[in-house]
């Protein structure tokens, strides 16, 4: 097996922990997990394959790779800093940079506003997803090129997604109903 085109989740979800170490900046568990699923869904839209072997989850704050999530609780493993291919490094440098700035809201309230994360959140149970099937409803709501990553709308431009009885539901501005005299 060519080991240059096969990661683990835990050696790219350590990539970016210690991307964020040297930077300064901080990564909470939930971002390293939005990272990880973004990371594997633009590899499936970009390259047409997937970048690790994972499976998701859909949970109510958006995707998380079951395996590494176990792993976390106790945090990463000390690791050598995994070596990528040259491409593979480029593609999650492209990753970090387009989606680090956000903050753990900002980010959870990009995930969860994607239309393959509304048609896979139950609110009574969490589901296995197949990332290669969310591919073209993810596609849709990014509406522009994944290989520019230009497609990413900034946090203010982001739909407010709230949880009611019945599953989501989009936020609209209030408009008071004017009363007759």
Known sequence: MDRRNFFSSIEIADWFHKKAERQGLPLSDEKIQHLLFLAQIHHMLKEGRLLIPSFFICGKSGFYEAGLQSILRFGLPLMPMASFDDNTAAFLELIWKKYSPLSDYELNEFITSLNCWQKNYNSLKETVVDVSKLVDSFAQSIQGSPEDFSFVKSPAH?????????GPVQVSSWHPRKLKK
């Open 158 to 166: 982001t739909k407010k997604i709230m949880l009611s009885q019945n």
